[in-house]
């Protein structure tokens, strides 16, 4: 579905913020198994010109489940 114009301008934002000027870095979208609000950003980034864009459908817990180590990250405010 179409997203609020508030809330696209956080998404871009957050992208700029993640990927700089470049929009052919890799960027990796992420969630928890089943959930597929990664894959809806994975797939708006590329519809936004992000060019190297990676979702990774098991998620945080299908990575821990692999025994693979995780990171404790907590989220920021993209400011307006």
Known sequence: G???EETANYFRQGL???AGPD????ILFYCMTNCWMSWNAAKRAIEWG???VIWYP???DG???ANLP???RKPYMVSN
Do not use: D, I, V
Request: cysteine-free.
């Open 2 to 4: 179409a997203l609020s």
């Open 16 to 18: 700029a913020a993640a």
């Open 23 to 26: 929009k052919s870095r890799a």
């Open 50 to 52: 992000y060019s190297s």
């Open 58 to 60: 098991p998620g945080a």
């Open 63 to 65: 990575w821990e489940r």
């Open 70 to 72: 995780l990171e404790e």
